[in-house]
Each structure stands twice: as structure tokens, then as C-alpha cells.
């Protein structure tokens, strides 16, 4: 069974150290890929850029999309994700801190699987982490991916 991978799109470094160390204090040890804004988001995912060598259909099981990217911003890239074949049912789940109505409304319009604000309070972004941790790497049932034998 292939390891399951997530894709963290943090541009924070605070931020990108807390997750790591919720992941690790969570008892989460799943392989994290780190970027840092938006652009490599996508050079990632579609293996472009800095990342053209990497395998295209290597696809994280999970990804972790913040909104304020630089670059690129965190909608654009999911927009993207949808309007792509390859990655159109990747799991993204909105981390942000934004508690703006319409990024709520824009993420899950534009396929967000879910939408997660980043709790100020270290225990509660524990709790939450592992909640992601449970459901989306252990609980919940991924569609094929394209190009996979049913």
C-alpha cells in the first residue's frame, strides 16, 4: 500500500513549525511535503518549475492549503486543482486563519473538502490536527486515481 502523503501550502514559518510539531506530538509521522506559496504549489503538484522531475502522478493524499499565499493565492490554486483532470478530487482542506465570510463561501465553491480555521490556542490546533490526522488519512475512502486500474 502506497504511503499516504500530505501536501502542506504554508507561507508562515511559525505556522509551518507549529504544524510540524502538532503532526509529531499527534503521533501523525505520514511523509510531509512543505511549500511555501502558491506557485510551488503548483510546480509541485503538477510537477513543473523547481519540480519537473518529480513523478506527476505521485499526488499527495491530503492537501493542506492556506489562503494568504504569496505568489499565488490559496484560492487561485485551488480553482486550478479543480479545473485540472489530475486533480480535480485531491482533498484539500482550507488551514487559515481568515474568518472572512466569503473565503468560506469562495473555497467551498470552489471545492474545498473542507474548511478548517487555524485556532490561536495551541491545545485546540492540537485537537484539530489530530482530527485532520483521523479523518483524512485514516477514515475517509479517496476516489481511484486517474489513470488507476478500478
Known amino acids: 500500500m502506497k504511503e499516504k502523503n500530505i501536501l502542506l501550502v504554508e507561507d508562515n514559518p511559525d505556522d509551518v513549525k507549529l504544524t510540524v510539531h502538532a503532526f509529531k506530538k499527534c503521533g501523525i509521522i505520514n511523509p510531509l511535503t512543505i511549500v511555501h506559496d502558491g ?3 503548483l510546480d509541485y ?3 513543473t ?11 499527495p493524499t491530503v492537501i493542506l492549503l492556506d489562503l494568504k499565499l504569496p505568489k499565488i493565492d490559496g484560492l487561485e490554486v ?3 486543482l479543480r479545473a485540472d483532470s489530475r ?3 485531491l ?8 474568518k ?3 473565503d468560506i463561501i469562495a473555497s467551498y465553491d470552489l471545492g474545498a473538502n473542507s474548511y478548517v480555521r487555524k485556532p490561536v490556542d495551541f491545545d485546540q490546533f492540537l485537537d484539530a490536527v489530530h482530527q485532520l490526522g483521523l479523518y483524512w488519512l485514516l477514515l ?7 489513470g488507476s486500474t478500478p
Open 100 to 102: 472572512e465570510d466569503q
Open 39 to 41: 506557485m510551488a504549489a
Open 140 to 146: 475517509n475512502e479517496s476516489p481511484p486515481r486517474p
Open 91 to 98: 482533498p484539500v482542506v482550507i488551514l487559515t486563519s481568515s
Open 78 to 80: 485551488l480553482r486550478r
Open 45 to 47: 503538484l503538477f510537477a
Open 87 to 89: 486533480t480535480r478530487r
Open 49 to 59: 518549475g523547481a519540480h519537473a522531475g518529480r513523478d506527476p502522478s505521485d499526488l
